[in-house]
């Protein structure tokens, strides 16, 4: 055993230094999950503090440790290079450490963390459909593996959720928001949702809100504390992006404001000052754009504040814009543009939040991309449903985690799964683009909205 892993186990033994500690000092250390597991097996897993990380989800759950019957492996399917680094390789991380946290195991089973990349170099990093597919059917094909995390983009979820529902494998996503991926709702496309479910039973959850709930919130933001009165629409034409946005300009409809233009943009374009032009002319309070990072909408707004700047018109967009590389990619273009997020962002997170976004910045020397909270409640979800089962059951394992109830996450809110798969208490909120206290452009919270 390596000294230096010998040493903190014995600080553990002793007391001098809790789980979680001994778990991020390992993990730089470089030692193996296996290995971990195995020291906290021997030692006992210490008690859940009510401020750390470990101690979210349903408390009436026991958690199994130990690994005599075998392993379980868990795959994930997620973008985590180029434009996508910073979601996925966050995501990633925090999936580990969750597992990490509960001792690499789960109802007498030690669990494996197999993370698939779903993007490719010729997207930017973006997802690539044929490497879903096969990151999907990988998954299947083992009989180890018992459930898939994932995914990130909806188009891709769009994909996998067929295949895992006829293999008959739970799906769990920590950032899928597309509405038409789990429930009815105008604006669908034809089919949805029940064309993802060719066996006529529900396998896939996510621990998001949808678009119908981001998209309508904020338009109504939007209109209320921004008291927009005009607006012009623009969609990456991704499954995602043109949902959101889609939600959006009904809702402003609804509520009588003016859309000037709804439109999809090229996100292979070089640029969009031929477009900024035409939407500077129509004279808009407000431009929506519905968008992943990697379909360019860094290069959207810095056209647009070419000719509309910051003080005249209003740059909102959703949580698909919620990361440092879109920030990166418009400069200081981006300073003042607002953003929702179907959630909190990790700073604005108390007790257990704060702890795994304290544990996070210390592993990654960074803090945490927001979505990275929900990979860690995902996981934990996981790890309670195979505590409740004990079987290397796919079946039983999918019942287990479709059936989530009084789960309370890092956010601090508790919920549960509906019929469809989506939570019932939803966290939302708005966030703009400032400078922090050093001078570099920053995601800031403004305030949470909705329910």
Same mark, same amino acid.
Do not use: C
């Given at each position: 055993?390596?000294?230096?892993?010998?040493?903190?186990?014995?600080?553990?033994?002793?007391?001098?230094?809790?789980?979680? &500690?001994?778990?991020?000092?390992?993990?730089?250390?470089?030692? #193996?999950?296996?290995?971990?597991?195995?020291?906290?097996?021997?030692?006992?897993?210490?008690?859940?503090?009510?401020?750390?990380?470990?101690?979210?989800?349903?408390?009436?759950?026991?958690?199994?440790?130990?690994?005599?019957?075998?392993?379980?492996?868990?795959?994930?399917?997620?973008?985590?290079?180029?434009?996508?680094?910073?979601?996925?390789?966050?995501?990633?991380?925090?999936?580990?450490?969750?597992?990490?946290?509960?001792?690499?195991?789960?109802?007498?089973?030690?669990?494996?963390?197999?993370?698939?990349?779903?993007?490719?170099?010729?997207?930017?990093?973006?997802?690539?459909?044929?490497?879903?597919?096969?990151?999907?059917?990988?998954?299947?094909?083992?009989?180890?593996?018992?459930?898939?995390?994932?995914?990130?983009?909806?188009?891709?979820?769009?994909?996998?959720?067929?295949?895992?529902?006829?293999?008959?494998?739970?799906?769990?996503?920590?950032?899928?928001?597309?509405?038409?991926? &789990?429930?009815?709702?105008?604006?669908?496309?034809?089919?949805?949702?029940?064309?993802?479910?060719?066996?006529?039973?529900?396998?896939?959850?996510?621990?998001?809100?949808?678009?119908?709930?981001?998209?309508?919130?904020?338009?109504?933001?939007?209109?209320?504390?921004?008291?927009?009165?005009?607006?012009?629409?623009?969609?990456?034409?991704?499954?995602?992006?043109?949902?959101?946005?889609?939600?959006?300009?009904? #809702?402003?409809?609804?509520?009588?404001?003016?859309?000037?233009?709804?439109?999809?943009?090229?996100?292979?374009?070089?640029?969009?000052?031929?477009?900024?032009?035409?939407?500077?002319?129509?004279?808009?309070?407000?431009?929506?754009?519905?968008?992943?990072?990697?379909?360019?909408?860094?290069?959207?707004?810095?056209?647009?504040?070419?000719?509309?700047?910051?003080?005249?018109?209003?740059?909102?967009?959703?949580?698909?814009?919620?990361?440092?590389?879109?920030?990166?990619?418009?400069?200081?273009?981006?300073?003042?543009?607002?953003?929702?997020?179907?959630?909190?962002?990790?700073?604005?997170?108390?007790?257990?939040?704060?702890?795994?976004?304290?544990?996070?910045?210390?592993?990654?020397?960074?803090?945490?991309?927001?979505?990275? #909270?929900?990979?860690?409640?995902?996981?934990?979800?996981?790890?309670?449903?195979?505590?409740?089962?004990?079987?290397?059951?796919?079946?039983?394992?999918?019942?287990?985690?479709?059936?989530?109830?009084?789960?309370?996450?890092?956010?601090?809110?508790?919920?549960?799964?509906?019929?469809?798969?989506?939570?019932?208490?939803?966290?939302?909120?708005?966030?703009?683009?400032?400078?922090?206290?050093?001078?570099?452009? &920053?995601?800031?919270?403004?305030?949470?909205?909705?329910?």
């Amino acid at each position: 055993m390596n000294i230096r892993f010998e040493h903190l186990l014995g600080q553990l033994e002793r007391g001098a230094i809790d789980r979680r &500690t001994f778990i991020v000092r390992a993990i730089a250390l470089g030692v #193996t999950g296996s290995a971990v597991a195995s020291a906290l097996s021997r030692v006992g897993r210490a008690s859940a503090q009510d401020e750390s990380a470990a101690s979210i989800g349903n408390p009436e759950i026991p958690h199994v440790e130990g690994t005599e019957k075998g392993v379980i492996k868990i795959y994930s399917s997620w973008p985590s290079t180029g434009s996508m680094e910073g979601i996925g390789v966050d995501a990633l991380e925090a999936a580990r450490l969750a597992f990490a946290d509960f001792g690499n195991m789960a109802g007498g089973f030690a669990i494996e963390y197999v993370p698939l990349d779903s993007g490719i170099a010729a997207n930017n990093g973006g997802w690539d459909p044929g490497v879903e597919s096969a990151n999907a059917n990988q998954a299947i094909a083992d009989p180890d593996a018992m459930v898939y995390m994932g995914t990130y983009n909806s188009g891709a979820a769009k994909i996998s959720i067929p295949i895992m529902n006829e293999a008959g494998m739970a799906m769990i996503s920590f950032a899928n928001t597309y509405t038409g991926l &789990t429930k009815e709702f105008p604006g669908n496309e034809a089919g949805e949702p029940e064309q993802y479910y060719p066996t006529g039973e529900r396998n896939y959850s996510r621990v998001i809100a949808a678009d119908d709930i981001q998209g309508a919130l904020g338009a109504q933001w939007a209109v209320e504390t921004k008291g927009v009165e005009s607006a012009y629409i623009l969609d990456d034409q991704s499954l995602y992006g043109h949902g959101v946005a889609q939600v959006f300009n009904d #809702t402003l409809l609804e509520m009588g404001v003016e859309v000037l233009g709804f439109e999809g943009y090229d996100p292979r374009a070089p640029d969009y000052q031929a477009l900024m032009t035409k939407i500077a002319d129509a004279g808009p309070d407000l431009v929506y754009v519905g968008a992943t990072v990697e379909n360019n909408p860094s290069k959207v707004l810095l056209d647009m504040r070419s000719l509309m700047p910051a003080d005249e018109v209003v740059f909102l967009g959703p949580d698909g814009l919620f990361t440092q590389a879109f920030i990166d990619g418009a400069g200081e273009a981006a300073e003042g543009a607002f953003l929702t997020f179907a959630g909190l962002p990790p700073g604005e997170l108390a007790g257990p939040g704060a702890d795994f976004n304290a544990r996070m910045t210390e592993i990654l020397g960074h803090t945490p991309d927001a979505y990275s #909270t929900y990979s860690y409640d995902s996981a934990v979800a996981v790890i309670q449903a195979i505590d409740q089962v004990g079987e290397k059951d796919r079946a039983k394992i999918l019942d287990a985690l479709m059936a989530t109830k009084d789960f309370t996450s890092l956010v601090g809110k508790t919920w549960s799964f509906t019929e469809t798969g989506d939570i019932d208490n939803p966290s939302m909120s708005v966030n703009e683009i400032v400078p922090n206290d050093e001078g570099e452009l &920053t995601i800031t919270f403004v305030e949470a909205i909705g329910s």
